[in-house]
Every structure is written in structure tokens, then in C-alpha cells.
């Protein structure tokens, strides 16, 4: 199995003392209702690790073998999870329903960052999570169905919710 090599690789240790940093930031915010500091904050690199180079090269990267070091960390995973579930939950998505959140609060609503939902639905596939990418693909193919556009820095993003097949594979 591929594992990141890189020099400029975090290292599993530091990506899950990251994630679990965030994830206490994101369980504190949700419990204040304050969504819009999800929407506002930047953690995409570490909540949703891809096996893409990003706006950090391959620091936050993760391959097939990295990603089987961490799912052996059941902490990790929960965290891994619950941040998912929370992210889509700023968006007003119930991740487990596949469905609109009932009641969301203010602040629970789409934003238009289009590259956050993809890293989020590519970051669950390559965790092995189908039922949660089947949930964001809804969530994606809802929003397209209402004019969104999933386009970031001129990349159509919308490959991954209506063909599954990765046009740039290996980048």
C-alpha cells in the first residue's frame, strides 16, 4: 500500500493531533450554534484528508497505506466521523438521513463552497464510507438540481457526484 513519503508530509501523528483540535473547535461551536464559524474557518486539509495535492502540497495528503494506519485508530475514526457529520450539519444537511436538516438553525445553510462538499464526499470514499458519499452526492446533486455550480478555481468538481471517475487521476 502507498504511503505518503514526502518531506513535506505532517505525519500521521500531527494530522491526528490536528483533526482532534478541530474537532473540539467544531463540537464547541456547534454547541453555541455559532455555524457561521464554519463556514468562515479553514480546515478542510486536515477534517477531510484526499489523496490530492492541495493549496499545501502534500502536507495534509494521505494515501491507501496512511489511510489504513489511521482507520486502526479508533479515536481518530470517531473524531473522523463526527466531523463529517458536523460539517455537513453547518451546511443544514443531515449526513445520517441523507436529507435537510427538519429544523436548522441559523447559520445551517449552503454556502457556496463547492470544493469543501467534494473534498468531504472524496475524503469519506477513500475511507471506505459509501453510505456517507451516497449522502453528500444527494446533498451535491440536490444543490446542482438548484443551479449550484460545483466549480472551484476554474476545476468542474461535479465529476465526483455525477460520473464517479476522477478525470485527473493520480494528481
Do not use: C
Not at 500500500?1 to 514526502?6: P, V, W
Not at 493549496?55 to 470517531?78: C, E, I, N, R, S
Amino acid at each position: 500500500m502507498r504511503q505518503n513519503t514526502s518531506p513535506d508530509f505532517v505525519g500521521l501523528e500531527q494530522l491526528k493531533q490536528t483533526h482532534a483540535g478541530q474537532i473540539t473547535q467544531f463540537e464547541d461551536w456547534a454547541a453555541r450554534g455559532d455555524w457561521e464559524r464554519f463556514h468562515s474557518s479553514h480546515y478542510d486539509w486536515w477534517v477531510f484528508p484526499i489523496h490530492k495535492q492541495s493549496g499545501y502540497g502534500l502536507a495534509w495528503t494521505v494515501y491507501d497505506g496512511d489511510v489504513a494506519g489511521l482507520k486502526q485508530d479508533a479515536g481518530f475514526m470517531q473524531r473522523y466521523l463526527r466531523g463529517v457529520e458536523l460539517v455537513a450539519a453547518s451546511w443544514g444537511w443531515d449526513l445520517l438521513k441523507a436529507s435537510d436538516l427538519a429544523n436548522p438553525q441559523p447559520g445551517q445553510s449552503w454556502q457556496h463552497w463547492p470544493v469543501r462538499l467534494f473534498k468531504a464526499a472524496l475524503s469519506v470514499k477513500l475511507f471506505g464510507y459509501e453510505d456517507l458519499f451516497e449522502s453528500l452526492k444527494a446533498y451535491a446533486l440536490n444543490l446542482m438540481a438548484k443551479g449550484e455550480r460545483m466549480e472551484f478555481n476554474g476545476h468542474d468538481l461535479g465529476w465526483l457526484f455525477t460520473t464517479g471517475i476522477d478525470p485527473f487521476p493520480g494528481r
